[in-house]
């Protein structure tokens, strides 16, 4: 290259492909109608959910400063963990097996991601119209309309962002509460701070990254392809009766007959995520079965028979049977029964009082008059319950051996209390220096009075 001549521009790598935006096309159909419904439900139950009441308070609400959850007449505390263990792990297995079973029929259906993304994508359907209103929207210069437009679904964005933040955390914080500290500017900066954080992830997430969040963030995408089999259902695309696809004129054209997929490219533009369900099954799939409702309603109007992209198995393709009961399903199904059952019977067993005991700490024991032996004791009484109580306390192990109870009192439904007591023994009824006594608590009100013992030391001369 000699000097006269110009040096080639500078061409810039790009080590990052910016996303472009997907304006999903609006589809009808028998799964849309399904998705519907369990969106209607779903967002329902979240919005209404903590508006309830069950007694004198809110039915849902995770309590964290008191330490106590409430789910209706139940509440659990701390020491119930197990419960809460027993339900995540019950959570993770039906995630299996409705997996193993139905592909991603969560993902599809009932994710918190796309409801919300469904949900703010109405919202944009309503303000800026059809996809190709949207597409021409976004590619118009600023001008009134399209600032009006923005504005608007914005401000539907932002108001629907900002309920579901107040929402979720008034599952930690009485409702009415926290409505009326907000509204009348009273409310912490914490109680702001969460209201706003939740707010923003939910606009960040279903209105902002959208399809994104379940293609590069949700690790369930990537890891769901291990449970699938050859009888998980997924969603595919017929080729063999599609191809080779043509549209048009050209269908006619040439001596291959075409297949029945006449290349409309409707099945792309409704899907969230922006693939080509024809170039087979992808970990982008979120099995909302868009697809299958559009090409279904194009089949009917080009008089060829419907489920070209169509639930299906692997098996049944290849003309073998489906098998429902497999070994990983017959396993996922035993041990969620399993779970299921022993979550229940321990909810059922669960006792509505609890009890620690500390010993005094500054004497062993005591000898009061000529041979009376007292140990002094502190009960740490946890009502677990849904009533005031009161409580009987009995020892064994102890023959001859007395109770007397310093502060005796009702303990208020979800209290909890240090009840003093003292046992006195005679000295002569001791069989050794120290033994082993039970002390039993048993609740007074109630029509199944519960009753909780513990085991402690009893010492001597
Ligand atoms: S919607 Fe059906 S007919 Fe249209 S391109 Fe997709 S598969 Fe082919
Ligand atoms: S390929 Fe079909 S089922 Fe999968 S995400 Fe796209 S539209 Fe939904």
Redesign the pocket.
Known sequence: MTENQAKPAAVPIKLYKSEEKIYPRETKGYFQNLRHIALFALLGLYYGLPWLNWGERQAVLFDLPARKFHIFGLTLWPQDFFFLTLLLIMAGLSLFFFTALAGRVWCGFACPQTVWTDAFIWMERLVEGSRSKQIKLSKMPWNAEKIRKRVIKQLLWVSFALWTGFTFFGYFTPIGELASLLWSGDASFWQWFWVLFYGFATYGNAGFMREQVCKYMCPYARFQSAMFDKDTLVIT?DEQR?EP?K?GAKRSEGSETAG?????????Q?CPTGI???NGLQYECIACAA?ID???S??TQ?NRPSN??QYTTESSREGKKTKILRPRIVIYAVLLGLLFAGFVTALAMRSSVQFDVLRDRNALYQVVGNDQIVNRYTLKVMNKGNIDQRYRIDVEGLPEASIEVANERVISAGEIANVAIQVTVPNAALRDRSQTITLRLTEEFGESPATMSEKTRFFGP
Do not use: A, E, H, K
């Not at 029945?260 to 792309?268: E, F, Q, S």
């Open positions: 695309y599609g696809r549209r029945d997929c006449i290349d409309c490219g409707l099945c792309v409704v080509d369900i024809r697809c559009v090409c279904n194009v089949m080009v070209l992209i």
